[in-house]
């Protein structure tokens, strides 16, 4: 709302105005192709959260923004046509933004990417790559989507297994428990997690994990709820 002010709109709270009501499509419009980079940015993520609409004057704006200077409103404008159409040209503009120094426009490329990917089991290699990202965050969103894999993500998850942050083992447990009979090589190791994790959590998700994924060879934790 500061920066709606800052940009023109004085009276947003005298008008008492829905920042991301309908009436306010042709002003973020607007503001989306601004000189200056951060009121794009805040536009095209307003914008964003309004990407099932499908408005066509939404969309031919954020098919301009593909092209922007900035590769966070590349990104921005990719997801949101995305989001509107699961176009899968989409996939190829986004993927080269991967490779981006900001961590910003890596954390929203991977969880877009991780979103594709249950369209695309292309995506293997890219999503790959962004589970030794130098972030955490985006490590931890990529290991999340190796369950769109299969077996091809076993390893990952191995890996993942091992690693010294607790946030990096729960995203490889929750992988795991998605991959089912394909993850059943990876039992020992959710196993051993089970009993002797160093984190209750991890531990408690380990022994989930296994029911999920083969409910008669595994009982049913004491901690799950139906």
């Given amino acids: 709302m500061a920066l709606l002010e800052k940009v023109g709109v ?5 008008q008492q105005l829905d920042i991301r009501g309908p009436s306010t499509l042709p002003l973020y419009l607007h503001l989306a192709n601004d000189r200056d980079v951060k009121v794009r940015r805040f536009a095209l993520e307003e914008l964003n959260q309004r990407a099932i609409e499908k408005d066509e004057a939404f969309l031919d704006l954020l098919r301009q923004r593909i092209n922007d200077e900035d590769p966070y409103c590349r990104c921005l404008a990719v997801c949101g046509i995305w989001k509107a159409t699961r176009d899968p040209a989409m996939i190829a503009v986004l993927v080269p933004l991967k490779d981006e120094p900001n961590d ?6 991977v969880l877009a990417l991780g979103d594709m990917a249950s369209d695309d089991p292309g995506l293997f290699e890219p999503m790959s790559q962004l589970c030794e990202d130098r972030e955490l965050n985006v490590r931890i969103s990529a290991i999340a989507s190796m369950h769109h894999f299969g077996k091809r993500g076993v390893p990952i998850l191995r890996k993942a297994f091992a690693d010294s942050h607790v946030l990096v083992r729960s995203s490889a447990v929750y992988a795991a428990s998605e991959l089912r009979a394909d993850g059943a090589v990876l039992f020992p190791e959710l ?11 991890v531990r408690r998700n380990a022994g989930h994990a296994l029911y999920m994924m083969d409910p008669k060879q595994f009982s049913k934790p004491t901690t799950w709820v139906d």
């Fill in 191 to 201: 196993r051993r997690l089970q009993e002797s994790d160093a984190d209750s959590g």
């Fill in 104 to 109: 910003q426009v890596r954390r929203s490329v």
């Fill in 10 to 14: 004085r009276s947003v709270r005298e």
